[in-house]
């Protein structure tokens, strides 16, 4: 028998994609709290595995910068490739956002040249439209802006690869703005890859202004407690509240995505008589089913894109972490890399960085000298993957 809740239960639906509305969000009230801390001085940068909620933990702030009289504009980076598109989208905000800040829209279309569709301005033109557009919010906001900008670093590597210095320019151009208007602008920049695939150590200058903060999954209780308001939502057998709130909570170490996608799968399999083995089958079942419901193979797919000439050595690490629960030492990794004659050339230091950027992109832990995986589920998933 699971503990007992130690809170009143309240219905939330379920979710197996997209962010929560921020009425639903369980247990990020330290972050909310840290996160606005950082506020009374700088900028924050969200970082943190996928599926743990950056997104809507973003929207919470939002929601909670609005009740405190702050403007605030919020637009996802991915998917744009120039900053000339990325800028006017967020015009396009400033559009939807107060009245003041639609008269600020309005100012900048009028005397910008993107407003003429299909055309193209060179990189420097470019960073000056995204400052205009910033600065201009800025001026027109009552008392303080809240920037949002999801993705981010996708956006930067985009422009690097594009034009190698870009993605730094912008980043550059971002810093610039938060030190002209240090009492009136707050930026809360979160994402799903790691500024360092973006810009490497040369773009940590446009950043060291703000507070890095790391978004984890959520405790036991909390997670426990989020089970058991999405089976009071779907009018489940009452006993399913008590009986496997901890076990689903356990089964997906506390990472709100999965805690809906296991739920979902109760739900739909099981929604008048469960067991807790069911519960542990249907966690194997995702790990294993060639669909990939749970989107378990990406853990995998991205490390082409994010280490390039290093994704076979980034592999070989995981592959040799991922066979003991308990973790490998470097020295024993360094040997077992050492010994595999597909990467070399190889050496120590290579093997430290890559494993440096493993943990910066939350794939490992360090406990001593020993690096285990973060997540149990995503060692599975990266075992069956590899398999």
Not at 330 to 353: G, K, N, T, Y
């Amino acid at each position: 028998m699971s503990p007992p809740i130690d809170r009143p239960i309240r219905p939330i639906p379920l979710n197996v994609g997209g962010p929560i509305d921020p009425e639903h969000l369980v247990g990020r009230e330290i972050e909310l709290a840290r996160i606005f801390e950082a506020f009374t001085s700088v900028g924050v940068v969200l970082t943190g595995e996928r599926r743990l909620g950056k997104t809507s933990l973003a929207r919470l702030v939002e929601r909670h910068a609005h009740g405190i009289g702050w403007d605030v504009v919020r637009q996802s980076a991915e998917g744009f490739t120039t900053l000339t598109d990325f800028s006017a989208a967020l015009v396009s905000r400033l559009e939807d956002a107060s009245p003041r800040l639609r008269k600020a829209a309005t100012s900048i279309m009028e005397r910008s040249t993107f407003k003429a569709l299909g055309l193209q301005i060179g990189p420097a033109s470019a960073s000056r439209l995204l400052e205009d557009v910033v600065s201009s919010a800025v001026h027109a906001s009552q008392e303080r802006l809240l920037l949002i900008l999801d993705e981010l670093p996708v956006l930067a590597r985009a422009l690097e690869r594009a034009d190698p210095g870009a993605g730094v320019a912008m980043l550059h151009v971002l810093r610039r703005q938060r030190q002209e208007h240090p009492e009136r602008l707050r930026m809360l920049c979160l994402g799903s890859i790691g500024f360092h695939h973006a810009v490497g150590a040369e773009g940590r200058g446009a950043l060291n202004d703000l507070d890095f903060q790391r978004l984890e999954a959520l405790s036991q209780p909390d997670a426990s407690y989020l089970v058991a308001c999405i089976f009071r939502h779907a009018e489940a057998p009452q006993t399913y509240e008590r009986a496997f709130a901890s076990t689903i909570a356990d089964q997906v170490e506390g990472m709100p995505y999965y805690v809906h996608q296991l739920v979902a799968s109760v739900l739909r399999d099981h929604p008048t008589n469960c067991g807790r083995d069911d519960v542990a089958g249907i966690v194997d079942a995702a790990l294993t089913d060639p669909d990939d419901p749970w989107d378990l193979r990406h853990y995998v797919d991205r490390i082409e894109p994010y280490y390039g000439d290093d994704s076979p050595l980034a592999r070989a690490v995981l592959d040799a972490i991922a066979a003991t629960s308990s973790g490998l030492g470097l020295a024993e990794l360094s040997a077992q890399m050492a010994a595999d004659r597909r990467l070399a050339p190889i050496d120590d230091e290579r093997i430290r960085d890559v494993v440096h950027r493993l943990e910066s992109d939350h794939y490992l832990v360090r406990e001593g000298d020993r690096r285990r995986f973060a997540f149990e589920l995503v060692r599975r998933a990266w075992i069956a993957h590899r398999s």
